[in-house]
């Protein structure tokens, strides 16, 4: 084995993917950290102070990203409080062995640990989806219902800024998906690294200049406790097709993952006229289509949407009608046939997602408590805290006591149409 | 009684008293959409075909692209070298593949219309083609000359083929290109070697395909803008299929900047003092004009490329893996390749000052640190000020001698662009 290439005493122990260079173990470690701390810091990533949950899902992404965010934040000293976020979308055999390593890595960083699920939130898990809709769509239902559990995980947290571990490979390959498919507006925008102009909380991506082939190397080398088993729902059949092209590609030129984000931000720079022109109209006239408008809130859950209920609405309307086509695709006909309006009166919706004013209430309630309990020391395993630790305590099992006191909370604050809607979402 | 409706169509009456005026009759399954008499051979364009009407749409659809083509391009006057002086001239660049031959039939075809209408404005006064010979470097049955040059004298029109190594000839001050690490220079080159030993010493020392198929792209788009130098129009035979595999590798390639500029219905690249670059057939797809030329009796000569006779499998290049993977997609999922070709169309260049790359004349350049500092030393390109990221990645790995990381100095041409652009440099 030849010297490592950078320290040139140590022998080099393997190849770094993105580089080719032959490195030592401990080169690799601190190139690799510091790669990522120049990515952080070259785009303003964090600011000092900073609320931060990391999108934890317990694979080989999420761990690492764990683990280097909180490596950084004591070497640079970022001055981060950094909290683990979970979404559990209860796929037995799947997403219950991942957010056991999950736990595990709350104890190995004394992080703390917040688990939201799609069971709590939408009355839904996806076995129960999957077993309704099928292996035809439900990614749709994922996708759709996970962002928003991260946000809503996010707001209860109090945090102000949700970081994810998509890497170098993963944005490639949404760039190429986004051609092929014609999506120019995602085109335009999947390879910003940092999104906080539509409403929701701040999200970014410091592994988007990350290699997976370095991360999963970074993750053996290290010992890193993670888990590797791809979702049992997802058939990928379409990213299938970029990621061998993408693995093709890198096989004759490593370069080629820097070379199309590159590539993507070329895409991203232009204002396209026809786009400015969608943007700048609403203002002047607003008032001749209130169907559709540029951003605002959900009727019925407070989300953040352009239409006047959002799509994870629909999709559980369809749901708890059993017509779960009714937010797929054009649904214009379907819902004249069932008779069914956007505004239909709440009564008939069945269980509706919680509105958001409620969980920033619940936030509000908890925070007192949560900036209590100190962030850095690990809690013991098991520990029931508020608003962080044990994953069941805020969102699941709506207690009897918990149900009054939110709908206590909001007669306080004169809202009696979401006291109402409140006390539905209970029944 | 739907049956009755639809055998009566003509004299139902409408909501208003008043006869319905007879719709046009729907072809029967199986039966041409156009005349509606004849049996259907062919399938394309959403829509399915007898032979005879797909020609002539064909035909009518090229119309329709020149005309579209016309009015942006005011006529630049032609310039001494066209000798039948009443209107533009074109050259059209022939490779002779399927989309270039259907091309010089569909422009020769519209000559000879404009030529029967003595009063019309004609679209091209005179035509010729020219032929970049690839041989020096790319092995080639000698048979395949004969057959290029009956398929143009057909049209009674000039052929001219240049030598892929008189490249080299280009700079007018008979100076080269050094590249070596991340330096670039210009050289007075050894006398002793002749410009095709240069030539082939560029593309025998690297192991990189993608690399010679990218330098060969841009010494091709040189050599075709100083043959077409006094014409107005230079056209290009790029189909759909085409463009959308240049997007998709383009993409994979670091020159997503550079899509809007090729995709371009008509562009100069060099400026006003350059002819306009056209693609009429930017809307045709490679099985259109493969139907085309194979219906007309056209002589498709498949001259070898890069990557000739390598099996699809295999991880040759960057544009050899591109075009198996849209064909692959192509083929499970119909209407990707126009997909792809209508999404990068709706992408705009990027209101920059920037120059255009001197090696691809089209990618803008961008500020070295900018470039840098996203690179995270994925390469060694250090050439990012000079040429673009993507050229920069070319000249890299152009230097690679094998795979193990020996590197050499290489020497390539020096176009003027570049000349330009180096003494700028050493004013500095």
Redesign the interface.
């Known amino acids: 084995m030849p010297a490592c290439q950078r320290c040139t005493t140590a022998r080099a122990a393997l190849k770094r993917p993105?580089?080719?260079?032959s490195v030592c173990k401990a080169c690799f470690y601190l190139a690799f950290e510091t790669?990522i701390h120049?990515t952080i810091t070259?785009n303003h990533l964090f600011r000092r102070g900073e609320k931060v949950a990391i999108g934890a899902s317990g694979g080989k992404d999420s761990t690492v990203l764990a683990h280097v965010l909180h490596l950084l934040n004591q070497r640079y000293d970022y001055g981060l409080d950094l909290v683990l976020l979970s979404v559990d979308e209860g796929i037995t055999g799947y997403r219950d062995d991942s957010l056991a390593t999950v736990q595990r890595n709350q104890v190995q960083y004394g992080l703390p640990l917040k688990i939201v699920s799609y069971g709590d939130l939408y009355g839904w898990t996806m076995d129960e989806i999957v077993a309704q809709v099928g292996l035809k769509n439900n990614c749709t239902f994922c996708g759709v219902f996970r962002r928003q559990a991260l946000d809503r995980g996010a707001v209860l947290l109090g945090v102000d800024h949700i970081v994810t571990g998509h890497n170098a490979d993963d944005i490639a390959e949404t760039?190429?998906m986004?051609?092929?498919?014609?999506?120019?507006a995602r085109?335009q925008r999947c390879t910003s690294i940092l999104n906080n102009n539509d409403g929701t909380i701040k999200r970014s991506k410091p592994f988007k200049?990350t290699y997976e082939k370095e991360i999963v190397m970074y993750a053996y080398f290290k010992n890193l406790d993670y888990f590797s088993t791809e979702c049992i729902y997802a058939p990928q059949a379409y990213r299938g097709?970029a990621r061998?092209?993408l693995k093709?590609?890198e096989?004759?030129?490593?370069?080629?993952i820097?070379?199309?984000?590159?590539?993507?931000?070329?895409?991203a720079?232009?204002?396209?006229?026809p786009s400015a022109k969608t943007t700048a109209a609403p203002a002047h006239a607003h008032g001749e289509k209130p169907a559709q408008r540029d951003a605002g809130e959900c009727e019925r859950c407070g989300y953040m949407s352009s239409q006047r209920v959002c799509k994870a609405c629909v999709l559980l309307e369809g749901l708890n009608r059993g017509l779960p086509r009714l937010g797929i695709g054009k649904t214009d006909r379907l819902r004249r046939r069932h008779n069914l309006h956007e505004a239909t009166s709440p009564e008939t919706l069945g269980r509706t997602i919680e509105h958001m004013a409620n969980v920033r209430l619940e936030a509000a309630r908890a925070s007192p408590a949560a900036a209590a309990s100190p962030p850095t020391p690990p809690p013991p395993a098991g520990a029931a805290g508020v608003g962080v630790g044990e994953p069941s305590t805020a969102l699941s099992a709506p207690s009897a006591a918990a149900a009054t006191a939110r709908g206590v909370g909001v007669a306080n604050n004169d809202a009696p149409r979401l006291a109402s809607r409140g006390a539905l979402m209970e029944l | 009684m739907c049956d009755q409706v639809a055998n009566d169509r003509p004299a139902t009456p409408n909501k208003s008293g008043r006869l319905s005026k007879p719709r046009s009759r729907e072809a029967e399954q199986g039966y041409c959409s156009k005349c509606k008499t004849v049996k259907a051979t062919i399938a394309v364009r959403q829509s399915i075909f007898c032979k005879a009407c797909f020609l002539t749409g064909t035909e009518a659809k090229f119309r329709t692209a020149m005309s579209k083509l016309r009015p942006s391009t005011p006529p630049r006057p032609a310039g001494s070298g066209s000798n039948e002086s009443s209107g533009p001239s074109g050259v059209l660049a022939l490779s002779g593949g399927c989309c270039s031959v259907a091309l010089l039939h569909l422009l020769a075809m519209l000559i000879e219309q404009d030529r029967s209408r003595p009063h019309a404005v004609p679209q091209i006064a005179s035509l010729a083609v020219v032929f970049i010979d690839e041989s020096e470097i790319i092995p080639c049955d000698p048979a395949y000359y004969p057959r290029l040059e009956a398929l143009v004298r057909q049209y009674a029109i000039p052929l001219r083929t240049v030598k892929l190594s008189s490249a080299f000839d280009l700079n007018t001050a008979g100076r080269t290109l050094v590249v070596e690490n991340t330096t670039v220079s210009s050289t007075v080159p050894d006398p002793t070697k002749s410009s095709l030993d240069r030539l082939r010493a560029v593309f025998d020392s690297s192991p990189s395909t993608s690399a010679k198929e990218d330098l060969l792209d841009s010494i091709r788009t040189h050599l075709l803008l100083h043959a077409a130098q006094d014409a107005t129009y230079l056209f290009l035979g790029s189909s759909t299929t085409t463009l959308a595999n240049r997007v998709i590798a383009a993409t994979a390639k670091g020159k997503g900047a550079s899509i809007p500029r090729f995709l371009a219905p008509t562009s100069a690249p060099l400026g006003s003092a350059s002819p306009t670059v056209l693609k009429p057939l930017a809307t045709f797809t490679a099985k259109e004009l493969g139907l085309f030329t194979y219906f007309r009796r056209l002589d498709v000569i498949p001259f070898p490329t890069l990557t000739s006779a390598r099996p699809p499998g295999l991880k040759v290049s960057v544009h050899h893996i591109t075009q198996s993977f849209l064909a692959k997609l192509e083929a499970t999922q119909e209407g990707t390749v126009s997909a792809v070709y209508r999404t990068a169309a709706k992408l705009r260049a990027s209101p920059t000052d920037a120059p255009l790359c001197p090696l691809c004349l089209e990618c803008p350049l961008e500020p070295a640190d900018v470039a840098a500092g996203t690179r995270h030393g994925a390469t060694t390109a250090g050439h990012v000020a000079m040429v673009c990221w993507g050229c920069g990645t070319v000249l890299d790995e152009l230097q690679r001698r094998d795979r193990r990381g020996a590197r050499g100095p290489v020497e390539v041409p020096l176009f003027d662009q570049i000349a330009e652009y180096l003494l700028s440099d050493d004013d500095e």
């Open positions: 993105k580089t080719g260079e790669e120049e070259t760039v190429l986004n051609i092929l498919r014609g999506d120019i085109l200049y097709y061998t092209f093709d590609l096989a004759i030129r490593p370069s080629a820097l070379d199309i984000i590159h590539s993507g931000e070329a895409f720079a232009p204002s396209d006229p």
